[in-house]
């Protein structure tokens, strides 16, 4: 070690490596903190690790990024990428169980080689950045006394959520899950949260509830560092009372939000000039991202309600990572609405999300609320319609309604043990968003733009953040 750390003293400043998970929600915000990190801080190097098989599903670009960025791979054991083979809740947690197992082993091995061949070639990490479920990263920065830190890609809110449930309200939120569903429960230096709020990882009987016990994992491998420290996808003004919710158990470091802004507004693309043609404020955009795979019987209440509303749509339905091949895809279960949809709207299979929400013709956003569309709604200045479906998702929508008041949640019922929102229940909170409360709600999406602008500007209180964690690994020449 003292020898590699003598050999560096001729490099000009510290070099970070990013490991990164393999899903958009993760790879976006991590690639931009890279790029801000290797573009804006002089004397800043990185190398940005992603599985060998992002890389050939080309979830990113590697095109526009400074000099001193350069790209990496590890293997998740997957490299030709994972994809689940059914619909069976159990088989489908076996096999993630397996891909989560295989991408520790597998993970280990390629990046302790990345580590080791950065020395020999006298280009020592000096910090370690990771997302959420890489759970074992942080065991093997240990071993070769590299400091780490967190990349929390969603808000701090719900890291707060899982640390207080793991330290003294488990048993309360489960007796509420088992016995109470409407009740509500109070956490520390947070909102007053309903079941529906709560991250769906904490109700045992979610199918995704095994992953649970990776999110234990971070809290208590942070504890074992000598410094933890979390670098959290948010902004201090956005979340303030979350942010010293565990203030004092760890450095937690407000860098967001860390949205890419395009210096392509694709305006030659189809569904640009379609917008275009549209007036101010009059189009509601439609998206649910790459995971969320929406069921027949709700992609017919959404095609019932946008015929009834009759108001102009943007709607992307993208190629979902994980489905089976026992399910319908969403293409064909609007199939039968084509004719009617296609005299109001436009249906994608991709767009450029950001120069979308920024176009003039948006006026509501119907997400489903994973955090980096959250995020860009508050970048944007974009009133949403909430549509969460799962995890993070379900806060994200209530912060939307509640705290930050820019726009309306659905309503969901329960049919025949399937979770629906009613057309009727989306048309409603369509209104509501484009003209009952449409002033409002842009009045306050204007105000959490501008500050969201700010934050990350020079002197901006995210801007200060990052650079003072660059400083702090920073090796001392000499």
Request: with cysteine.
């Amino acid at each position: 070690m003292d020898n590699n750390n003598d050999s560096s003293k001729s490099l000009t400043g510290p070099h970070f490596l990013f490991v990164t998970f393999p899903a958009q929600g993760h790879i976006n915000p991590s690639l931009e903190l890279a790029k801000r990190l290797a573009g804006t801080i002089a004397g800043v190097r990185v190398t940005f690790a992603a599985p060998i098989s992002t890389y050939n599903r080309r979830l990113f670009s590697k095109e526009n990024v400074p000099e001193t960025l350069i790209f990496a791979t590890y293997s998740d054991g997957h490299d030709d990428g994972f994809k689940s083979s059914t619909s069976s809740d159990k088989t489908r947690q076996e096999t993630a169980g397996r891909y989560m197992s295989e991408m520790k082993r597998r993970g280990r091995e390629t990046l302790t080689e990345l580590i080791e061949d950065n020395r020999r070639q006298n280009q020592p990490f000096t910090c370690v950045v990771y997302t959420i479920l890489l759970t074992w990263v942080p065991e093997l920065t240990r071993e070769f006394h590299i400091p780490s830190a967190l990349l929390w890609v969603q808000p701090v809110t719900v890291f707060s959520i899982f640390y207080h449930y793991f330290n003294g309200y488990a048993d309360a939120i489960s007796e509420m899950a088992d016995n109470d569903p409407s009740g509500s429960i109070k956490l520390p230096a947070l909102p007053q949260f309903r079941l529906r709020d709560l991250p769906t990882f904490l109700v045992p009987e979610n199918p995704y509830s095994f992953l649970l016990p990776a999110f234990r994992e971070h809290i208590e491998s942070l504890k074992q560092d000598e410094n933890p420290k979390i670098l959290v996808n948010s902004f201090q003004e956005l979340e303030q009372e979350a942010f010293s919710s565990v203030l004092g158990n760890f450095k937690i470091v407000p860098i967001g939000p860390l949205i890419t802004p395009r210096t392509d507004s694709r305006s030659g693309a189809e569904y640009i000039q379609w917008l275009d043609t549209k007036n101010d404020l009059s189009v509601l955009y439609i998206s649910f991202g790459t995971v969320v795979v929406l069921s027949k019987k709700q992609i017919v209440e959404l095609c019932k309600a946008l015929i009834k509303s009759q108001r102009p749509f943007l709607w992307v339905i993208t190629e979902k990572l994980h489905t089976s091949k026992e399910e319908e895809n969403e293409e064909e279960s609007i199939r039968s609405f084509t004719e009617e949809l296609d005299e109001i709207g436009m249906v994608v299979s991709w767009c450029d999300q950001l120069s979308v929400l920024k176009h003039r013709s948006i006026g509501c956003f119907v997400t489903h609320c994973g955090w980096n569309s959250t995020l860009e709604s508050l970048v944007a200045g974009v009133p949403v319609v909430a549509f969460p479906q799962w995890n993070d998702q379900m806060t994200n929508g209530k912060l939307l309604e509640e705290c930050w008041r820019t726009g309306v949640r659905v309503m969901e019922k329960k049919e025949d043990e399937e979770v629906v929102v009613e057309s009727g229940e989306i048309k409603r909170c369509i209104e509501e968003v484009m003209d009952e409360k449409a002033e409002e709600f842009r009045r306050n999406t204007a105000r959490w733009r501008d500050i969201a602008a700010e934050t990350v500007t020079e002197g901006g209180s995210s801007f200060k953040h990052l650079k003072a964690f660059v400083n702090e690994h920073i090796v001392p020449w000499g």
